[in-house]
């Protein structure tokens, strides 16, 4: 087929594939699985599968929220330490306070959605870097789940949700099992697929979305435009809070106990999984795919050394080489890419 | 662009080339010499050591070394792993059981997490025996046995012993915000004392931070005459902080370093209990082994204690030599 005007040819699948954010995650993904698969065979088996996609899952719900805050042009540094809260908040109404383990979950949901809110506003009302605003409320989370956990119950560890009302339902619809292939699966991958698949909807296919490229690309630009870019920022926030919830909820649930230092350090990993899946750090470019692949080979990696039976002293340098080694080559997919386009 | 495209092989290639040496002493352990002339029973097995410690943590290398001794004995393989997050912990645990290994040790600083994990192992056909923490719950996850200190005991026993020494007031000095068994020790230590006990938290990541957080305590509360800490490192920031500030605070510690045995020795630090967690690593190896060929069980349906047994200037001289070697 002959095309007349060269521009025409430019929008061929293959270039438009190539152009994506997410290109560089699938081939590091490709390439993390394919090394590891050749280190160990329980690593490539049903069984190796549904271990690795477990840490992705509950990373890859955060991820994806943060990547959308990050294509905003924010960060959120204070939502890993607000998994830990919303769980602490479930777990300790639903044992010492007899609330029914919904119940409970509805009020850590509001109570993350206001921490999500607050952020946003203060963030959009002060100007300030939403670094150094979100580290603020890092500190003061981290504080008061240890101080108000050791007040109100005397201890680091609350546990006990096995017994709580409305455990047994909770549990199946967050932190259940589907047997697959004879293996058990974490419910919470359904969940991971289903965020992904809606931020991808809002991103591509929404206003939203636009107006979430635009106020990460260009804040003021946009707001001329006519951008509602104070809300959309607000909301984002309040997008990372709930994921943050969703997944305190998840480890709550599954492991019916919370640390009052649950979810610390965690955030950082979200932000790597985030920037592995493509995101830029300055904000306006980037995807949600990206992103849950991201999260599926920081997982692959994490295990995969495990799987591969590597002396666990050299763990994080392993960690940090396979994750140097997929950022590169992401990098060096979307300069190709770049290249191609012009 | 060159140059990335380069930096990636090369980094590939060093990849590559890390893995060519990790496999050398996996493969070795089962060639020891000793192999020649041992009975046949001796058959190579697997065994996942899973603590809640991270790496670089100088108590769980203690146990890290005693569970490769014991590997290295019995000419199997001993995989060690450790996370504080009870979820990657328990992780680590279904990861074991996907490799079908022949045995799991699992160290409980948050039973009710693991609680799953270990239940998943159980069902598997997999032995599982508990190790350091986490001893009352063992039983009901269906561990064979739990080789440990119960913490309680030994903080009563840290207790009456400085009761003893005259303190009235003490700084009982927390490092890790997550764990349940250092609270224990500091009620027992209470119990024991049967006077004041201040809580001070502090992390063990950053000791300078504690160095001064206790010296601030003692500066600012003359009257404690006396500091616990429950780990080698603190007590070391602790002798300092009692040092600088000019305090006439009497300090004890649990768990030993052979800077710890040393302090004893000067008499900076009164005593040290001891847990022998070596122990910790090389008899869950050895329990596990005499389970598999000869379906043997420790302890009677009790834990299998490893301590409390106390450091004092008396005996700290002969300790010493071991701490330094990285058994005690």
Redesign the interface.
């Known amino acids: 087929m002959t095309v007349a005007d060269e521009r025409l040819a430019r929008t061929g699948t293959a270039r438009r594939l190539l152009l994506r954010p997410e290109l560089g995650a699938v081939v590091g993904a490709v390439a993390v699985f394919t090394?590891f698969a050749g280190?160990s065979a329980?690593f490539r088996?049903v069984?190796?599968v549904?271990?690795w996609l477990?840490?992705a899952s509950?990373l890859g719900i955060m991820a994806v929220a943060i990547a959308l805050l990050m294509i905003g042009g924010e960060f959120d540094l204070s939502a890993g330490v607000l998994t830990g809260t919303t769980g602490l908040i479930t777990v300790v109404l639903a044992t010492r306070y007899g609330l029914a383990v919904w119940t409970a979950m509805l009020v850590a949901l509001v109570a993350a959605l206001l921490v999500g809110y607050l952020n946003g506003l203060i963030v959009v009302r002060t100007k300030l870097p939403s670094f150094i605003v979100t580290l603020g409320t890092f500190l003061m989370l981290q504080g008061a789940n240890?101080g108000v956990t050791k007040a109100l119950t005397g201890?680091?560890?609350v546990?006990?949700l096995?017994r709580a009302e409305g455990y047994e339902s909770a549990h199946a619809v967050l932190a259940g099992t589907v047997p697959v292939a004879g293996t058990d699966f974490r419910v919470a991958i359904l969940w991971w697929l289903g965020v992904t698949a809606l931020a991808t909807w809002v991103l591509m296919r929404t206003r939203a979305g636009n107006w979430i490229f635009a106020v990460g690309g260009d804040d003021q630009a946009a707001r001329a435009a006519g951008v509602p870019a104070e809300r959309t920022k607000i909301a984002l926030f309040m997008t990372t809070a709930g994921a943050a919830w969703l997944v305190g909820s998840v480890?709550a649930l599954?492991?019916?106990?919370v640390?009052?230092?649950?979810g610390i350090g965690q955030e950082f990993v979200y932000i790597i999984a985030a920037v592995i899946g493509g995101c830029l750090l300055t904000g306006g470019y980037g995807s949600a795919i990206g992103a849950a692949i991201g999260a599926v080979i920081f997982g692959m990696a994490d295990?995969g050394i495990?799987?591969?039976?590597?002396?666990?002293?050299?763990?994080?340098f392993?960690l940090g080489?396979?994750l140097?080694?997929a950022t590169?080559?992401n990098?060096?997919v979307r300069?190709y890419a770049e290249e191609v386009r012009r | 662009m060159k140059w990335t495209k380069g930096l990636v092989v090369a980094a590939a290639l060093g990849l590559t080339a890390l893995t060519g040496c990790s496999g050398g002493p996996a493969g070795q352990s089962g060639g020891e010499p000793a192999g020649a002339s041992a009975p046949a029973a001796a058959e190579a097995g697997a065994f996942a050591v899973i603590t809640h410690a991270g790496a670089g943590d100088a108590f769980w290398d203690v146990v890290k070394n005693g569970a490769e001794a014991a590997a290295k004995r019995y000419g199997v393989t001993v995989s060690y792993q450790g996370d504080g997050d009870p979820a990657r912990q328990s992780q680590l645990i279904d990861q074991a059981v996907s490799q079908k290994v022949d045995g799991i040790v699992v160290s409980m600083a948050n039973p009710d997490a693991l609680k799953e994990a270990v239940g998943k192992a159980v069902a598997a056909g997999i032995p599982v025996i508990t190790i350091n923490s986490g001893g009352d719950r063992s039983r009901e996850f269906g561990a064979i046995t739990h080789v440990g200190q119960s913490e309680d005991v030994a903080g009563r026993g840290a207790g009456d012993r400085l009761k003893a020494e005259g303190v009235g007031k003490l700084l009982c000095v927390i490092h890790e915000a997550g764990n349940v068994g250092l609270d224990q020790r500091c009620k027992g230590a209470a119990e024991g004392l049967g006077g004041t006990v201040e809580r001070l938290q502090v992390e063990v990541g950053n000791l300078a931070d504690a160095t001064s957080k206790i010296k601030a305590r003692l500066q600012s509360d003359t009257s404690v005459d006396g500091v616990l800490t429950l780990n080698p490192a603190v007590a070391i920031a602790a002798r300092d902080a009692i040092a600088d500030g000019g305090s006439k605070a009497k300090l004890a510690t649990f768990d030993l370093s052979a800077d710890v045995v040393t302090a004893v020795k000067d008499g900076e630090i009164l005593f040290a209990v001891d847990q022998q967690q070596y122990l910790q690593g090389w008899l869950p190896i050895t329990f596990l082994i005499l389970y598999r060929d000869n379906l043997n069980t420790v302890g009677g349906g009790l834990p299998v204690n490893t301590g409390p047994g106390f450091v004092t200037k008396d005996n700290a001289g002969q300790v010493a030599r071991l701490a330094e070697s990285g058994t005690r």
């Open positions: 090394f280190q329980t088996s069984e190796g549904a271990n477990d840490p509950t240890l201890t680091v560890q546990g006990g096995r480890m599954r492991f019916t106990s640390q009052a230092n649950s295990k495990v799987f591969a039976g590597w002396d666990a002293d050299w763990f994080k392993f080489a396979m140097l080694l590169l080559a990098r060096l300069r």
